[in-house]
């Protein structure tokens, strides 16, 4: 079992910065894939980027590449997201997602779906 906590979100003007982070319960949180996600209203849930259990690689969606770092501290058992260069529309609720190693192909990690644990959301909103 594993327990996310999302922290680091809030209001910031368009240009600015923040870092999300996502702490993890649970002595296994090296074996899991980790990746954001978010939900803005009125849309579907989305990946934004994700990192493999060894932090060996990282997949960004084409809306957020060269703005956001994923990356991870597996011995603080946490997830951070950095995110530079906001826009408006990068406003959501971001979620952390975990994701025990499966049989498949690597597209499956792109697909919420597949993800075992989630954080409970944490609101991010970026002004004009």
């Known amino acids: 079992q594993v327990q996310l906590v999302e922290s680091g979100g809030g209001l910031v003007q368009a240009g600015g910065s923040l870092r999300l982070s996502c702490a993890a319960s649970?002595?296994?949180?090296?074996?899991?894939?980790m990746s954001w996600f978010r939900q803005a209203s009125g849309k579907d849930r989305e990946l934004v980027a994700t990192i493999s259990a060894s932090a060996g690689g990282t997949y960004y969606a084409n809306s957020v590449k060269g703005r956001f770092t994923i990356s991870r501290d597996n011995a603080k058992n946490t997830v951070y997201l950095q995110m530079n260069s906001l826009k408006p529309e990068d406003t959501a609720v971001y979620y952390c997602a975990a994701r025990a190693p499966k049989p498949g192909p690597s597209t499956l990690v792109l697909n919420q779906g597949s993800y075992d644990y989630w954080g409970q959301g944490t609101q991010v909103t970026v002004s004009s």
């Open positions: 649970g002595r296994t949180f090296s074996n899991y894939r």
